[in-house]
């Protein structure tokens, strides 16, 4: 079984439309994470829920928004796309997010096209 | 804020041979730092992770080290094998409630056969 589990692997959108990427995890844990790598491979964290509240909101402009329907579940929607979402998209998650011996476990990424 | 450097960002070796990678970053007061793996087309997978008050942690060929007075870690791979080929990334958490991680570039790594 897929410990974090994103769909879609591949999303090719036009400018300006809505689309949204989803993330599950069966370990448990209750923190997740949207992490973005851009076309330079610089991994950077987008977000952060702890228990389905919103923990971290880097500097992302307000057209992201994640959603956690519950605790193990963490989507990201976004609207209005512009060229610069191009990116690959990653969810994590975390035992607790607080601990020092805990480990991140990463989806396998969305790659978003924007056309 | 903290910056995480990794050199060299790319490192091609021959089968069998041991080798570092280098990561360095400018603020010490870090929770535990790790290591990850990403293959193309994939996500990253956890290779080894050292807590603040630790100084190296062992899985396998790999070893990983920690100085934070100097703002170092190293992972050092033994006898590598073409499957070793990746990108190797480095990471820090920060600590302070579910907090992110952040990571630097990364070293894309190549075993020749």
């Known amino acids: 079984d897929t410990a974090v589990s994103q769909t879609p692997k591949y999303l090719v959108t036009q400018m300006g439309n809505d689309k949204s990427i989803k993330c599950e995890q069966n370990l448990g844990h209750d923190t997740m994470y949207w992490y973005k790598q851009d076309s330079k491979k610089f991994l950077k964290i987008m977000f952060s829920?702890?228990?389905?509240?919103?923990?971290i909101n880097e500097t992302v402009p307000n057209r992201f928004s994640p959603k956690s329907p519950d605790k193990a579940h963490l989507n990201l929607h976004i609207n209005s796309l512009e060229l610069g979402d191009s990116a690959v998209y990653f969810c994590a998650s975390s035992q607790y997010g607080t601990a020092a011996n805990e480990k991140l476990f990463f989806g396998s990424g969305t790659q978003l096209s924007v056309l | 804020k903290q910056e995480v450097t990794q050199i060299p960002a790319a490192l091609s070796v021959p089968e069998g041979e041991n080798l570092v990678l280098n990561c360095s970053f400018t603020d010490s007061a870090i929770y535990n730092l790790q290591w990850f793996r990403q293959d193309p087309g994939k996500g990253l997978t956890s290779l080894l992770l050292i807590q603040s008050s630790q100084r190296e942690q062992t899985s396998g060929r790999l070893n990983a080290s920690l100085d934070k007075s100097s703002g170092r870690s190293t992972l050092y791979i033994a006898a590598s094998q073409p499957g070793d080929s990746a990108t190797y990334l480095c990471a820090l958490h920060r600590g302070g409630g579910a907090d992110g991680l952040t990571f630097g570039k990364g070293t894309h790594l190549i075993i020749q056969p």
């Open positions: 829920y702890n228990n389905k509240e919103l923990i």
